[in-house]
């Protein structure tokens, strides 16, 4: 069965102007992930852990600097990101953004904002066709109808919410990639709108790739997780495995450090200093190692690969692999 | 006795569009070495509660009643000066976003400076020594170096670790955190709350924590207070606010808040919205988003209900 | 924004700032003049009469007589419409040349930025005036090319201020949103972040008008352009500029004071417009 989306080798590096060394940032390094048709995957990672730059990448915003994003198949990549815009197969990835960064455009009213996709992507013009499909998708999302000719500083931050998300899937998308869509919305109206998301997959059939910061949102959403740690993945795990297992002592940091009410006054280990540089790291060492809590020789010889260490459990350290944490020698 | 103590404090903002009554009689007590979280939604008021305190509210809000007493000084009698002096020595306030609240163009070092010279009285050659002590307090490696780094050479956690140094330079008596992690990456907030829990403790400072973080509240704080669309809902200790909460608003807002334990099916949302704060108000601003809702809620003043000593909620039918 | 906030928004704009509703007023007139210009005033603007010369403001001659016995009344009124289209025009064209100059260096930036960057660097090199100036002796001496000067040394003051407004919206959420729904780059330009710089470009080229008129009728005050004896206020300071000494100061004055009052106007409505299209500035 070949997955709905298939990521090969992604890197992503932007080069630096450094004193005439043709320095390059890598933002994405060499990145395989795959996700299947209808499936909810959770991206996390702390900020530039190339998270965002996914984002862009296979929402084909920005080319890749090698590697591959295919599609059902298709190689997406074979043509740069300008030229996606005009073709068949935009439609059928999309992005929902965060409501934080201005996802909206300021002068185009809510119906406006709805249809534009279905013009360029669907080539309706403007007839009754067009009126009828945005307003399905608006009662769709929940929006009532009268808001329709609102414009965003007119709606509340939920309404805007299912604004972008109307947009995004009023083309019926394969994949919907969504940008932190719940971080600017007070919880009161994260519920409403994370039981909406859920609803919509399993309605329009649509894989997600779900990009937060929010470890619980992502464990509600999510069945599976990826973690990313400057520009390469660490772990990839089922949800409930992340969360109650982690493996990369990275993942363990960040498991640990969300914040629980059960856990007052308890101390618990803390993961402290700031990451190593982007630029040019060393293609033979484990990035997190410095940081890490274990540390070993083996950490600067050798780039940890991804490997299982459980059903559909896959991390990337060498002490991962053995089951009592000790140092995988081989 | 209370370090901080805001009593019947009501404010209120005039605006182009009407009178905003921001806050009304909220009243909330903070001990030495105590730290209350004021947990609520946007427009709830907390920030303004915070500013109002600091005395850095703009000419647009008026104090229609109320008292701020800190350490038995009042507060809103203060003059000016009076509080220019107080902040930065007796209280501190420490804000979102870090990298902006610094001075991009000044060596955090320096800024650390500035405000021991102007409040702590220190000779000019003590200055840049009691600077990099204050950068070893909240735990920033190598403290002589990083004092000659600007605000953007750091990170975001880096940032809000100077801000906090600025603000404990002096130690003061109470300390004011306005969502000081929100932005910041889980890690990093850990960090970060840590750190302020343990110079809580160890000054004995008053700490008042605002955020819309229930989950971080419920970590850090011994007490919190709920707010509600400018009214203080329901306070109580930590243990009693989470285990046993009295107020339907801060059951509603704790079943909506994702935990690890969490299902989708289960998380609540708030029905309603917000009332506006401008217009005619009943009693209980809740009481239009409330299931529990009686004709008496919208007529009647709304009394301070004492559950136990340190457990107060503003209903007329708290839950049991 | 909706007609009802904006209809609100000028309320209160002209509420707060009655020195915006004075403007507008002005403005309404002196529109007046330039479009009825020859029908209302009062005596034919071009007549020469020997025995009038230079006579004092009174009852027959509001503004008194020029060295020609003409009625400056009447050739101030008539000269609103050359002085104030020749503002609008050279202020037009610069608009939509520099927007659409300054939102491609803006949005595509590279080659594009590089050259445009050059080529308003060159404009700006020179001093501004003396380059209209070089420009009208060098195409020839009318009124179109009073216009294009001004229009020349206008462009890099729109330019700028687009590309610094498209470079500011390039990145955020609903451009990437467009280029998601099959928006190619230009469209984005077009329908999606200029509708949004439009508004702070037309506070810019309000206040601009001003400097606009002004550039043009100083050109026309050293004989540039504008040749007697049309009526043009530039020229007709220039005229009574010379009868200043001897006492006749209505020569000037007048003509003056229209320009004057039109580039405050225009100021003033400039100012008003920005605080028209930012409500929440003030409390």
Redo the contacts between chains.
């Keep these: 069965m070949t997955p709905l989306l298939e990521v090969r080798s992604l890197s992503k590096f932007y080069p630096i102007k450094r004193a005439g060394r043709g320095a390059r940032l890598h933002a994405v390094d060499d990145v395989d992930l795959t996700i299947g048709a209808g499936e909810s995957v959770g991206l996390v990672g702390e900020s530039g852990c190339g998270k965002s730059t996914m984002v862009r990448l296979l929402g084909r915003l920005i080319d890749p600097t090698a590697g591959q994003v295919l599609l059902g198949g298709e190689d997406l990549t074979a043509i740069t990101q300008a030229k996606f815009a005009s073709s068949a197969s935009r439609r059928r990835i999309q992005v929902v953004f965060q409501d934080a960064t201005e996802s909206l455009n300021p002068s185009f009213r809510a119906f406006q904002a709805i249809a534009d996709p279905l013009k360029r992507l669907l080539g309706m013009n403007n007839g009754a066709e067009m009126d009828r499909r945005v307003l399905a998708t608006a009662a769709l999302v929940g929006l009532p109808e009268e808001l329709l000719q609102r414009y965003p500083h007119q709606l509340s931050g939920g309404q805007r919410a299912r604004v972008g998300i109307a947009r995004a899937v009023a083309v019926e998308p394969s994949l919907l990639i969504l940008d932190e869509p719940t971080s600017a919305l007070d919880v009161s109206v994260q519920a409403v709108i994370l039981r909406l998301l859920a609803d919509l997959r399993a309605r329009l059939a649509m894989s997600y790739l779900f990009v937060s910061h929010d470890l619980n949102v992502v464990r509600l959403l999510c069945s599976r997780v990826v973690v990313m740690y400057l520009g390469k993945i660490v772990e990839i795990a089922p949800a409930e495995a992340l969360f109650t297992a982690p493996r990369h002592p990275y993942a363990q940091a960040l498991v640990a450090a969300i914040p629980d009410p059960a856990r007052r006054g308890e101390a618990r280990p803390r993961l402290d200093g700031s990451p190593t540089s982007p630029i040019d790291p060393d293609p033979n060492a484990c990035r997190f190692y410095g940081r890490c809590p274990k540390g070993a020789d083996i950490c600067t010889k050798a780039m940890p690969p991804l490997r299982a260490v459980g059903p559909d459990h896959f991390a990337a350290c060498h002490f991962a692999l053995s089951p009592h944490g000790g140092i995988d020698e081989r | 006795m209370a370090q901080l103590e805001i009593d019947n404090l009501s404010v209120e903002?005039?605006?182009?569009h009407g009178v905003v009554r921001a806050l009304d009689s909220v009243s909330l007590s903070v001990t030495r070495g105590e730290i209350v979280g004021v947990v609520g939604?946007?427009g709830s008021g907390k920030s303004v509660t915070a500013y109002t305190v600091m005395g850095l509210n703009?000419?647009?809000a008026q104090i229609t009643k109320g008292n701020i007493t800190m350490g038995g000084i009042d507060l809103l009698a203060a003059r000016p000066e009076a509080m220019r002096e107080l902040r930065g020595r007796e209280m501190a306030m420490i804000f979102q976003s870090p990298r902006t609240a610094l001075n991009p163009i000044r060596k955090v070092g320096k800024q650390i400076e500035d405000v021991l010279q102007e409040h702590a009285g220190l000779p000019n050659r003590d200055l840049r020594k009691a600077a990099i002590a204050a950068l070893a307090r909240v735990?920033i490696?190598d403290p002589e170096r990083r004092a000659e780094a600007y605000p953007f050479e750091l990170?975001?956690?880096?940032c809000q670790r100077v801000m906090i140094a600025m603000a404990l330079a002096c130690t003061p008596s109470v300390l004011i955190a306005d969502e000081p992690t929100t932005g910041l990456?889980?890690?990093?907030?850990?960090?970060i709350?840590?750190l302020i829990r343990d110079m809580s403790r160890s000054t004995r400072m008053s700490t008042l924590l605002i955020t819309?973080?229930?989950?971080?509240a419920?970590?850090?704080c011994d007490r919190i207070a709920v707010m509600h669309a400018g009214h203080i809902v329901e306070i109580a200790s930590?243990e009693a606010l989470?285990d046993r909460p009295a107020h339907p608003y801060t059951r509603?807002?704790l079943a909506?808040?994702?935990?690890?334990e969490?299902?989708?099916e289960d998380?609540?949302?708030?029905p309603g919205?917000l009332p506006d704060l401008r217009g005619e108000l009943p009693p209980c601003r809740f009481s239009g988003r409330c299931e529990r809702r009686q004709p008496i809620c919208d007529e009647a003043e709304l009394p301070w209900t004492e559950l136990s000593p340190a457990h107060v909620v503003r209903c007329r039918f708290p839950l049991s | 924004m909706s007609l009802v906030t904006l209809a609100r928004n000028t309320g209160y704009a002209f509420g707060e700032n009655r020195l915006t509703l004075v403007a507008v007023i002005i403005l309404a007139l002196l529109a007046l003049c330039a479009i009825f210009g020859p029908y209302i005033a009062p005596y034919d603007p071009l007549v020469t009469s020997a025995t009038t010369k230079l006579a004092r403001p009174s009852a027959l001659h509001p503004f008194g007589t020029d060295a020609l016995g003409r009625d400056i009344l009447s050739r101030v009124i008539v000269a609103t419409r050359l002085d104030l289209g020749m503002a609008v025009s050279a202020v037009a064209l610069s608009f939509v040349l520099g927007l659409a100059l300054g939102s491609l260096a803006g949005y595509f930036g590279g080659w594009t930025d590089r050259i445009v960057g050059r080529a308003m660097d060159t404009i700006m090199a020179f001093p501004l005036f003396v380059l209209a100036m070089g420009i009208v002796v060098a195409l020839g001496n009318s009124v179109a090319n009073i216009i294009i000067a001004t229009m020349i040394i206008n462009l890099p003051f729109y330019c700028r201020f687009a590309r610094a407004e498209v470079n500011v919206r390039r990145e955020l959420g609903y451009v990437e949103a467009a280029r998601m729904g099959g928006n190619g780059s230009l469209r984005t330009l077009l329908n999606h972040i200029v509708p949004n710089i439009l508004p702070p470009m037309m506070v810019q080229a309000s206040l601009n008008m001003g400097w606009a008129i002004l550039n043009a009728a100083g050109l026309s005050f050293i004989g540039l352009g504008v040749r007697p004896p049309t009526p043009e206020w530039g020229i007709m300071v220039s005229e009574g500029a010379s009868y200043i000494i001897s006492g006749e100061w209505w020569a000037f004055m007048f003509p003056g004071a229209a320009l004057v009052l039109a580039v405050f106007s225009f100021n003033m409505l400039g100012d008003g417009l920005r605080d028209l299209l930012d409500p929440r500035k003030r409390v």
Excluded: C, K, W
């Design positions: 903002f005039r605006t182009r939604e946007s703009d000419e647009a735990r490696p990170s975001g956690g880096m990456d889980v890690t990093t907030q850990a960090v709350m840590d819309h973080d229930l989950g971080l419920g970590e850090y930590t989470l509603q807002l909506a808040t994702p935990v690890p969490s299902r989708l998380l609540n949302s708030i919205h």
